[in-house]
């Protein structure tokens, strides 16, 4: 998580310096908000694996997670998931919001991301230029932007947004607050 306070970056830098450089080395957190949840994969050595099963393997060590997205994650993931009892145990939380749109990474409130790419393959991941969408994105440490996305992502958490959403009626788990 070094470099620059703030960068603007695209293409597969996305993968690399958020994922990579950022997300698989937090030490206590990492929360994540994005409109498409799918079973992302990541470089493991000579093969690919997915990155929930890195996701377990820091929840051993303490490491907590939070997803915010807004429909029922893909299959595959949900089926990965259940093969990782360490996020199943309380190492990852997540949250349905149909509204959810944004594409933010935070990594131990001290590194964010904030962007057009989802958390699936062809945005985040690891696809191949020809198959990946085009994104764009600013990824920072700079301790104001930082604290700002931490506290709105931390009020959209525990629900500040549900009092007045006019989708209430339609969300799979409302938050009372």
């Known amino acids: ?66 997803i915010i997205h807004s429909d029922l994650p893909s299959r595959p993931f949900r089926d990965t998931l259940d093969g990782c009892p360490n996020l199943i145990s309380g190492g990852l939380e997540l949250q349905t919001c149909p509204r959810s749109h944004w594409k933010i990474a935070l990594v131990d409130n001290r590194w964010a991301y904030l962007g057009s790419a989802n958390f699936t393959g062809a945005g985040l991941g690891v696809k191949r230029a020809a198959r990946r969408n085009l994104e764009l994105g600013v990824v920072t440490e700079d301790p104001a932007w930082v604290a700002d996305l931490v506290q709105r992502f931390d009020r959209f958490w525990i629900g500040v947004h549900c009092r007045d959403c ?3 009626d339609r969300c799979p788990d409302p938050i009372d607050g």
């Open 1 to 66: 998580m070094s470099g620059s306070a703030t960068e603007l970056i695209g293409g597969f830098d996305l993968h690399e310096k958020v994922i990579v450089d950022a997300v698989l080395e937090a030490r206590r957190t990492v929360w994540i908000a994005t409109a498409n949840l799918k079973d992302m994969h990541v470089k493991d050595g000579r093969r690919y694996r997915p990155i929930l099963e890195r996701f377990d393997q820091m929840a051993a060590v303490g490491v907590r997670c939070r």
């Open 166 to 168: 006019a989708f209430v």
